[in-house]
């Protein structure tokens, strides 16, 4: 899951580079590099850590028209200068940037050392740069195909030749890849993103297809050996300037950008049809009698997208009552899934170029399946390869953890439930009652902000323990699944989520005066039982830290703190808890001195399975 970006024009190549790994260090920050052709040399630098790194090695007299970037997520071989990106052949005839894996490069790379190949690196990427090198004598493009027919795994290859320095061909199996097309400038990246601020013109690159880059056009190469037409998309996408606005962290900004982000998610309210107590989705391209043929809608996601799945869940059974099931899409990767004409599924992802989800998508649309997505990218694979679809426009999230897309997602989610539990079960009052509590939902979030610094108390708290439990039931459930990831993820603090109905069940063991537990307690069916739980906790010598939406004396006695959000539907109910978990994480990391918006081995778009 690295970014790759390159660059051909008339243009000084390293500063577009350098922007372009800007914009894609969320894909990876443990190293990166950039390397160029002038005047048939290669010039190479790389350095390990983040981006800032590299900045302080580039000189002004490092000058070329051509050039290709990375930045590196780990996976073959440590974080070291050595193992960064670009690679180069053993002649230094060949640089190459790779996103992705190489599955049988331990057996390509033994045969070349017997050979007589020295490696510089423990990557597998650097396996490709020596095949490519070795067949260089029948040209760059037979050369390239000629490797990449021998590799089998996941790759976005980008090469730069030495004795070509008007030249780029890139390579995409399973990796994102898109073109960009500027006036005597050609841009190549692992997302569009990398280029927004040179072109809006792009042409998506599919799997098994070969691109051959230079200053005036490209043509497009697929397994067959056939070039391909394909229309060069007009893509709305800006450049982020990447400031953090006043706040100290991005992560804050986008905690905070969540009114307005949800507000965007219902399209500024047009999504939402009041007269009707109904919403408008329209890119599902889905007729109201398609409704009645839905039987069952499967879910398929990873990571914070899957808990956002597990919500909709829960909305969906309870609004349009339709039979739910939510998949950990790495895990159905594996499997035969069975697929039928009367189930909807459904891929949730952020970047759209999720490997695991993409790929659990590809075997059920080959069973014949359909499928829409719900995507935060334009023009991302998922955008491309399914049926029909939500964007969830929740912006640009530069922070690796994420909070305004699952926001978002979970938002969308509502909308779906509802325009489909319209056509089926809900009543039109009770619709309208939603959407009245949709409307309502930015001013309530909005609430909860302006009384966010209130969490740092809790926060200063919980940053002294190694564990924590987070606890719910019903729909509280995936909530605190989300809000134990967030707490892990940017403070390093070990945190798990059960439903509060398990406790007995075996957690229970493990409540002490060192594992303190936070509580996701809302008015409803599950009060009352809750608080029950809340008191196994506290009788067994636990603390307790509860965000509810309602004030009980009873509860606020039990609880060591609590937070109130503003009360609501149940059904909304998730999109307000939710944020007082996030800021918790975010106030736990900030005093324990957290690299909060790049935190340790993660990266934001899992583009590798």
Known sequence: ?????????????????????????????????????????????????????????????????????????????????????????????????????????????????????????????????????????????????????????????????RDHPDLIIAARNGSPLVIGIGKDEMFLASDAMAFAGYTQHAVFVDDGEMVILNPK??????????????????????????????YPHYLLKEIHEQPESVF????????????????????????????????????I????????????????????????????????????????????????????????????IQEIQQKGGRVVGLVNTVGSTLARMTDGGVYIHAGSEISVASTKAFSNQVTVLILMALMIGRSRDIS???????????????GKIQDILDRGSELRNMAEKLKDYQSILYLGRGINYPVALEAALKMKEVSYIHAEAYSAGSLKHGPLALISEEMPSVFICTSGDYQEKTISNIQEVKARGGKVFVISNYKDSNLENLADEIFIVPGSDEAISPLLTIVPCQLLGYYTALALGRDIDQPRNLAKSVTVE
């Open 301 to 360: 996601a990873m990571g914070t997208a899957y808990y956002a799945g597990e919500l909709g869940k829960f909305i969906i059974e309870d609004l349009a009552r339709i039979p739910v099931e939510v998949s950990d899409a790495s895990e159905m990767c594996g499997m035969n899934p069975i697929v039928d004409k009367d189930t909807l599924f459904v891929a949730v992802s952020q970047s759209g170029e999720t490997r695991d989800t993409i790929a659990a």
């Open 428 to 442: 039109l009052s009770r619709g309208r009652e939603l959407v009245a509590e949709l409307k309502a939902l930015p």
């Open 1 to 161: 899951m690295c970014g790759i970006v390159g660059y051909l024009g008339e243009r000084d190549a390293v500063p577009v580079l350098m922007q372009g790994l800007k914009q894609l260090e969320y894909r990876g920050y443990d190293s990166s590099g950039i390397g160029i052709v002038h005047r048939k040399k290669v010039k190479v630098i790389k350095e390990k850590g983040k981006l800032a790194m590299l900045e302080k090695q580039l000189t002004d007299n490092l000058t070329a028209k051509i050039g290709i970037a990375h930045t590196r997520w780990a996976t073959h071989g440590g974080v070291t200068q050595e193992n960064a990106h670009p690679h180069t052949g053993p002649k230094e005839e060949v640089i190459v940037v790779h996103n992705g894996i190489i599955d049988n490069y331990a057996g390509l790379k033994e045969k070349l050392i017997a050979e007589g190949n020295v490696f510089k690196s423990e990557t597998d990427s650097e396996v490709v740069a020596h095949l490519v090198e070795k067949y260089l004598d029948l040209g760059p493009e037979q050369a390239v195909s000629k490797a990449i027919s021998m590799i089998n795994g996941t790759y976005g290859l980008l090469f730069l030749f």
């Open 217 to 246: 056009g490209y043509r497009i190469i697929n397994s067959q050996n056939l070039e391909i037409d394909r229309d060069v998309e007009q893509l709305e996408v800006a450049s982020e300037n990447h400031t953090k606005e006043g």
């Open 264 to 299: 965007r998610a219902m399209g500024r309210g047009g999504r939402l049809l009041p007269d009707f107590g109904s919403a408008l989705l329209a890119g599902l391209n889905l007729e109201k009698r398609d409704f009645f043929d839905i039987k069952k809608i499967h879910i």
